[in-house]
């Protein structure tokens, strides 16, 4: 599918038509109408996170230059008969991960010796790290 320069893709907060894998061009993906990437690597997906996890998009997708993607209305279908495309996806998920780990760390040496609220950044990093999926249920603390 060819989409033109300036067109929402997908749209933060309302419902997911698919995924998207980015064939040519440049989108933008703003969160809160932030922008937090770019993007115009061929293959790039996008709205795997909202699949995969059952949710609305937590960010906007909009072109920046006139793009061609190819549209995956059913991922789910997709993937089963396509595996492979479960390994592209793990390993985009992955280098995404891992940039922000990096980006994390510097953060956190940035800010180690901070006595103010950016003085918490272990304990929030700490916390993201290590939170459960809300779908695992917890024990109950008679257990």
Known sequence: MSVPAGQIVIAEGQALAGIYFLEHGEVEVLRKGVLIAEVFDS???LGEMSWLLGTTPTATV???TPCTFR???NPATFVRDHPEVALHIAVTLARRLDSLGHYLVEIKNQFHDRADHLGIIDEVLDSLMHKQPRTIPRRSTGD
């Open 43 to 45: 293959g790039s997906v």
């Open 62 to 64: 909009k072109t920046i």
């Open 71 to 73: 549209h995956v209305a």
